[in-house]
Structures are given as C-alpha cells and as structure tokens.
C-alpha cells in the first residue's frame, strides 16, 4: 500500500473534478457508525487492478477511482494538481493517510495497494 499525503490546502472541488476524469467513480459514504465497515469495504474494492482511492478531509466519503491504464499518482499530482514534491509525502504506512486527515494533519490522501 502506498499513500500519497496532501498537505497543501486544494481546493476540494478541484481535486475531485480532476480526479473523475481518470476514470469511474464509486464513493463510500460514512457516518461516525459505520465508518470502519466502510473503510474494510472500500480497502478491500482498492485490490482491484488499476484502482486508487482517495480520501479528503472535512468530506465523509471515501473515493475509489477504476481507470482503463496504469496510472502514476505522483505524476498526476505533479503534472494535472500542479503540486511540488513539497506538498505532499509517500508513506507505507497503511493507516497514516487516513489518520492524517481525520486528524487534521493534511488536506487529502491517494491510496494505491
């Protein structure tokens, strides 16, 4: 699991909209319930090939995107966000791009497996 950590403001919308253009869209709507059942149910639709996941603070939802290619999520924070390798981080961890946004700690995650 890789996780791609926003931690430069974006504007949601932005970053939704120009994710959508990457391919099908599902969203997972959580409430303070139900949301470890959710997040099980969307890692687990994250196996799926050519898949990546997206999760933003202040929005109770989880994001999986299915493409048609192999997608490249620093390329595309670079190249379609016009992010710099300062804005955000990688990390194995498969907690912390969840854990960072729940706690305020960044603006959005991509989670690839």
Not at 53 to 61: I, P, R, S
Not at 66 to 82: A, G, P, Y
Request: hydrophobic share 40%; glycine share 4%; charged share 25%.
């Amino acid at each position: 699991m890789t996780g791609y950590i926003i931690t430069k403001w974006i504007e949601p919308y932005v970053l939704l909209e120009t994710s959508k253009k990457l391919g099908q869209m599902k969203d997972y709507t959580f409430d303070g319930f139900n949301k470890i059942n959710i997040k099980q149910s969307f890692l687990k639709d994250l196996t799926k090939s050519k898949a990546f996941g997206l999760y933003m603070k202040n929005v109770n939802k989880f994001y999986l995107f299915i493409t048609d290619n192999d997608f490249n999520i620093s390329e595309f924070l670079h190249l379609q966000l016009n992010l710099s390798d300062e804005d955000f981080y990688l990390t194995e961890d498969i907690d912390e791009p969840f854990n960072k946004i729940d706690i305020g700690k960044a603006e959005a995650s991509f989670i690839s497996i």
